[in-house]
C-alpha cells in the first residue's frame, strides 16, 4: 500500500494547521470540513504551493518537503496536479492549447490528448477560447489538462462547488470514470457530505486545522452522527460535530434488479431484505461508458449493472420506528431489526437499529421515544419511502 | 535637416533604442521582484525608482556628472577598466537615461505583475512548468500589452530628455548631440526654420507613438 505521510505545522497570522496522519493513497479519499478548516490549505502544501511548514512530507517513501534537512521539491517536479475551485485555465489559450500545455510538460508521457478528450467529452470544445466556456466546460478542460500532465496524485479542490446540477452530475461521472479508469489515486476536497458519499473509498474530516477522524466513508459518516462525547475530543470550543451533516445512514449495497417491475429498482440488504428506490436513481450509462486502459486502448463497458453496489444515503430524519409490523402502509420499504443504542442528542433522539448487519440512524423526538418506550436491544420495524434513499443529485 | 541634425537623429534613435533594451533587461527582474515582495523595505525601493519623475533633470545630472567624473570612484572604475572617460561620453548618456527612465518600464510591469497575480503561475507548476517556463509561457503573453507600453514610454521618454543629458554628455556631434540638444543650439543661434523642423518632427514622432500604444491597449471589442 502506497502512502501520503503528513506530520506538520503551518502558522498563519490567525490560523493553525496541525496534521500528522498518514494516509493510504487507495482510490479517491475525500477530505471534509467547514469553511476554513484548512482542506485548501491542506493541498496547497502536498503540491508545494505552500512551503514554509514545520516538519514534513513524504510521498511514496520519497521526502517532499522537510524543513529540518532544508529540503523541498518544488511543485513542478512532484508530479502532483491540483485542480482549483476556480479553474484556472490560462486566457490566452484555447482550450486544446490549454490541454497541450499540459501534455507538452509531461516527461515520459503515456496518455494521448485525443483519448483525455474522449474521456472527458470535450471534443466539441477543443477550438473554443477558455473564455467562452460554461463553469462546468471549464472544470471539465482542468480537470483534462490535470490528467495529461500524468501525475501520481491527483488533488481536486471543490471542483463541483460553482456548477449546476447538471454540471456537477457530469464532472462527478467524469472523476469517476477516470480513477476507475486510470487507476490514479485522488485527494478530493469538498464540504457536501453526499458528494463525498459517492464517490470516496475513505474519508478524512477537518475542523480548525487538524485532522478530527479518518476512515472508510461509511464509518466516518456514521461517527459524524454521535455527539462529540464518543468522538475525538481534539476540538476545543464546537459542542457538537453534528452541525457538520445531517444524520444519515450511508450506504453501499448490491443492486439485486435494476427494475422490479413497478418501478422500482432493489438493493440487497443481508439474504432475506432488501430496500427499494424508484429505478430512475440507479445511474446507469452515467457512471462509465468506457473503459481506457493504461495503453491507451478503448473497450466498452456497461456501466452500473446488476450484483454492483450502489452508494446511497438515508437521512435519520426520514425513517421511523415501528414496534409492530405495519400491515397497511403506502411506505414501501419495511425492515426489521434490533436496537443497539439510542442517544439524547438535543430535544431528538439518535436510535442505532442493526439490520442485516447493517446499522440504520434513525432520529426521533423525546415524545416518541417516551410514547414507544423503546430500548436497547428491542426488535422494531423500520419504515421509510423509496423517495428517502438517496444517491447524490437526485 | 541638416546633416549635423540626421546625426544628431541617429545618435537618439541609438541611444534611445539601447537605453530601452537595457531598461527591459534591468527593469523586468526589478518590476517582478517587486510585485511579490512583502517587505515594508519595498516602498523605499520604489521611491528611488520613482525619484526621477519628480527630481528635476538637472538635479539627477548633477550627481551623475559628479559621479561620473575620474575623481570619484564610479568615474574612476570605467575609466581603468575601458581606459576612457565617462563623462561626456556616448556610454554616460546611455546610463544616465537609464536611471532617468527606469520608473517609466518598471511601473507599469510591476502594476501588471501584481494584477496578473500568482493563481494562473500556481496552476501552472502544478502542471510541471518551472519558474522560467511560467514567466515565458503566462506571464509575458498575459502581460504583453504592459510590456509594449513599458519599452515604448521609456523610449519616447529617452527621447525627450535634455537636460540630464546636457549636463553629463554635453554637446559632442555624433557622441553626445542628440534631437533635444540640437533643437536648443538652433534656438540659440536663431535658426527657428530649422527648430520649426526638429521640433514639429519631434511632436508628431511622440504622438504616433502615443496613440500606436493607446491602440495595442485597447480591448479588442472596441477596435
Redesign the interface.
Known amino acids: 500500500m502506497k502512502y501520503l505521510k503528513l506530520n506538520f505545522t503551518l502558522n498563519f497570522d490567525n490560523f493553525n494547521i496541525k496534521i500528522n496522519q498518514d494516509l493510504k493513497l487507495n482510490g479517491i479519499t475525500g477530505i471534509y470540513g467547514h469553511s476554513g478548516s484548512g482542506k485548501s490549505t491542506l493541498l496547497r502544501i502536498i503540491s508545494g504551493l505552500e512551503k514554509n511548514i514545520q516538519g514534513e512530507v513524504n510521498f511514496y517513501n520519497k521526502c517532499l518537503s522537510n524543513n529540518s534537512t532544508n529540503h523541498f521539491i518544488r511543485p513542478e517536479n512532484r508530479q502532483i496536479s491540483l485542480v482549483f475551485q476556480d479553474s484556472r485555465l490560462f486566457p490566452h489559450l484555447s482550450v486544446y492549447e490549454n490541454l497541450n500545455f499540459a501534455a507538452s510538460r509531461c516527461k515520459n508521457s503515456q496518455l494521448k490528448i485525443d483519448d483525455v478528450i474522449h474521456l472527458t467529452n470535450l471534443n466539441e470544445l477543443i477550438n473554443k477560447s477558455v473564455t467562452q466556456l460554461s463553469s462546468g466546460q471549464k472544470q471539465r478542460v482542468a480537470l483534462a489538462r490535470a490528467i495529461l500532465s500524468e501525475p501520481k496524485l491527483l488533488l481536486l479542490d471543490e471542483p463541483l462547488s460553482a456548477l449546476d446540477q447538471k454540471s456537477k452530475k457530469t464532472l462527478l461521472a467524469a472523476i469517476i470514470k477516470i480513477q476507475n479508469q486510470l487507476n490514479l489515486p485522488i485527494l478530493y476536497v469538498s464540504h457536501a457530505l453526499d458528494e463525498l458519499q459517492q464517490i470516496c473509498d475513505d474519508i478524512l474530516v477537518m475542523s480548525q486545522g487538524e485532522i478530527i477522524n479518518y476512515g472508510s466513508i461509511h464509518h466516518v459518516i456514521h461517527q459524524l452522527n454521535q455527539p462529540i462525547d464518543t468522538l475525538s475530543k481534539t476540538l476545543s470550543g464546537e459542542e457538537n460535530h453534528t452541525h457538520l451533516s445531517l444524520q444519515q445512514t450511508s450506504l453501499s449495497l448490491a443492486i439485486k434488479t435494476n427494475d422490479n417491475g413497478r418501478n422500482f429498482a432493489e438493493l440487497s440488504l443481508g439474504d432475506e431484505q432488501c430496500i427499494l428506490l424508484p429505478k430512475d436513481r440507479i445511474p446507469c450509462g452515467k457512471v462509465s461508458d468506457d473503459i481506457l486502459t493504461n495503453e491507451g486502448n478503448k473497450k466498452t463497458n456497461t456501466s452500473l449493472k446488476q450484483s454492483q453496489n450502489l452508494r446511497c444515503f438515508i437521512l435519520a430524519q426520514d425513517i421511523s420506528i415501528c414496534l409492530t409490523e405495519p400491515l397497511n402502509s403506502s411506505i414501501v420499504n419495511l425492515l426489521y431489526g434490533n436496537i443497539t443504542d439510542i442517544k439524547q442528542i438535543g430535544h431528538t433522539v439518535l436510535v442505532s437499529v442493526v439490520c442485516e448487519k447493517q446499522i440504520f440512524f434513525v432520529n426521533i423526538s423525546t415524545y416518541s421515544q417516551q410514547k414507544l418506550s423503546i430500548i436497547v436491544n428491542q426488535k422494531v420495524y423500520l419504515q421509510f419511502k423509496a423517495s428517502a434513499v438517496r444517491t447524490y443529485l437526485y | 535637416m541638416q546633416s549635423s541634425d540626421y546625426l544628431a537623429l541617429f545618435t537618439t534613435l541609438k541611444m534611445a533604442g539601447l537605453t530601452t533594451v537595457i531598461l527591459l533587461i534591468i527593469g523586468t527582474p526589478l518590476a517582478w521582484f517587486l510585485s511579490k515582495m512583502t517587505h515594508k523595505f519595498k516602498v523605499v525601493i520604489e521611491a528611488v525608482i520613482a525619484l526621477p519623475l519628480v527630481l528635476p533633470p538637472t538635479v539627477l545630472g548633477f550627481y551623475l556628472l559628479i559621479a561620473f567624473s575620474p575623481q570619484y570612484l564610479p568615474g574612476q572604475l570605467w575609466q581603468q577598466v575601458t581606459g576612457q572617460q565617462l563623462a561626456f561620453s556616448f556610454s554616460a548618456i546611455v546610463i544616465g537615461s537609464v536611471l532617468y527612465s527606469l520608473p517609466f518600464v518598471v511601473q507599469p510591469l510591476q502594476k501588471a505583475f501584481e494584477q496578473l497575480g500568482d ?2 503561475l ?10 522560467l ?1 511560467q514567466f515565458f ?2 506571464v509575458v ?2 502581460t504583453k500589452s504592459s510590456f509594449i507600453t513599458a519599452a515604448s514610454l521609456g523610449f519616447a521618454h529617452t527621447v525627450g530628455e535634455f537636460g540630464i543629458i546636457l549636463m553629463i554628455g554635453g554637446n559632442i556631434p555624433g557622441e553626445t548631440r542628440v534631437l533635444s540638444i540640437a533643437l536648443f543650439d538652433h534656438v540659440e543661434a536663431f535658426n527657428y526654420a530649422q527648430a520649426h523642423i526638429l521640433a514639429i518632427s519631434l511632436l508628431i514622432a511622440s504622438m504616433v507613438l502615443l496613440s500606436s500604444i493607446y491602440l495595442l491597449n485597447m480591448p479588442k471589442k472596441r477596435r
Open positions: 493563481s494562473l500556481d496552476a501552472a507548476a502544478s502542471l510541471g512548468a518551472s519558474r517556463d509561457s503566462i503573453p498575459l
